[in-house]
């Protein structure tokens, strides 16, 4: 099976290959994946952080062998500002919060291979951090609109903010949020979770569909029309702007 790295800022990742099928998620610039397909321009990927599958454009990966993939698992390193512009061939190249670097020199280059270099201009966060950071990464996508199977301040839904903030931080969480609600410690009261915790919310037929970070004053942060802050209690969400409940609580989970 060969091996892909990501090579453009922001890669859809489809259910299907198709420019018209659903996005199912993305591929961030320096994200690595595993090639399981090809049909004509698109190549099934799974994705090596989270093992996620879906289609992209051949066109928005570039191959690499496996000596060099590898590689770049051994070392990673994460943009940590909203927004960031790297330098390839003296022309500006543009890369969201979550972008990987891998291997780093100590000329801030990163090389995906010898004909695309790039220089980075910031210090990228790396390795385990403390969990008061968790809050701090996740109201830089405060604001950012709401878009199914987004990743970024260009876009994200609710557990793909979880799921980057996390990783940002060091930590590896399941790309879905009823995926990420089998991870971590059940918590019995909402009095007994830190900032930082998360809290997961069921639909009518009691299946997980919505998490958010639990902040101090019974306040939440998630992505529902925007990344926002809405108050939380016993029963779930209530946001001011609509005046009313907009997600039932299932139960609140500390990751560590």
Not at 81 to 102: D, K, R, Y
């Given at each position: 099976?060969?091996?892909?790295?990501?090579?453009?800022?922001?890669?859809?990742?489809?259910?299907?290959?198709?420019?018209?099928?659903?996005?199912?998620?993305?591929?961030?610039?320096?994200?690595?994946?595993?090639?399981?397909?090809?049909?004509?321009?698109?190549v099934k990927i799974k994705i090596a952080f989270d093992g996620y599958e879906g289609w992209?454009?051949?066109?928005?990966?570039?191959?690499?062998?496996?000596?060099?993939?590898?590689?770049?698992?051994?070392?990673?390193?994460?943009?940590?500002?909203?927004?960031?512009?790297?330098?390839?061939?003296?022309?500006?190249?543009?890369?969201?919060?979550?972008?990987?670097?891998?291997?780093?020199?100590?000329?801030?280059?990163?090389?995906?291979?010898?004909?695309?270099?790039?220089?980075?201009?910031?210090?990228?966060i790396k390795g385990i951090q403390d969990k008061s950071r968790v809050l701090e990464l996740?109201?830089?996508?405060?604001?950012?609109?709401?878009?199914?199977?987004?990743?970024?301040?260009?876009?994200?839904?609710?557990?793909?903010?979880?799921?980057?903030?996390?990783?940002?931080?060091?930590?590896?969480?399941?790309?879905?949020?009823?995926?990420?609600?089998?991870?971590?410690?059940?918590?019995?009261?909402?009095?007994?979770?830190?900032?930082?915790?998360?809290?997961?919310?069921?639909?009518?037929?009691?299946?997980?569909?919505?998490?958010?970070?639990?902040?101090?004053?019974?306040?939440?942060?998630?992505?529902?029309?925007?990344?926002?802050?809405?108050?939380?209690?016993?029963?779930?969400?209530?946001?001011?702007?609509?005046?009313?409940?907009?997600?039932?609580?299932?139960?609140?989970?500390?990751?560590?």
């Amino acid at each position: 099976m060969s091996k892909s790295i990501c090579q453009v800022s922001v890669a859809p990742v489809r259910r299907e290959p198709s420019d018209v099928s659903e996005m199912v998620t993305q591929l961030l610039f320096g994200e690595l994946c595993e090639n399981v397909e090809v049909k004509k321009q698109w190549v099934k990927i799974k994705i090596a952080f989270d093992g996620y599958e879906g289609w992209v454009d051949s066109k928005q990966i570039l191959v690499i062998s496996d000596l060099e993939y590898a590689h770049f698992m051994q070392d990673v390193s994460f943009i940590s500002e909203p927004f960031s512009l790297l330098v390839s061939n003296n022309q500006p190249f543009p890369v969201t919060i979550g972008a990987e670097i891998h291997h780093l020199n100590e000329e801030n280059i990163f090389e995906l291979a010898p004909t695309h270099r790039f220089i980075v201009d910031e210090n990228p966060i790396k390795g385990i951090q403390d969990k008061s950071r968790v809050l701090e990464l996740a109201f830089k996508y405060i604001n950012t609109p709401y878009l199914w199977g987004g990743k970024t301040t260009y876009g994200i839904d609710c557990s793909g903010l979880v799921q980057m903030v996390y990783k940002i931080a060091g930590y590896k969480l399941p790309r879905d949020a009823c995926q990420q609600a089998e991870v971590g410690e059940v918590l019995s009261f909402i009095e007994e979770a830190e900032p930082g915790d998360l809290a997961f919310f069921e639909n009518q037929e009691g299946k997980i569909v919505h998490v958010g970070f639990i902040l101090p004053e019974q306040k939440i942060l998630h992505a529902h029309g925007k990344v926002r802050i809405d108050m939380l209690d016993y029963t779930g969400i209530f946001n001011s702007d609509l005046n009313r409940y907009t997600h039932q609580l299932r139960f609140i989970r500390k990751i560590f």
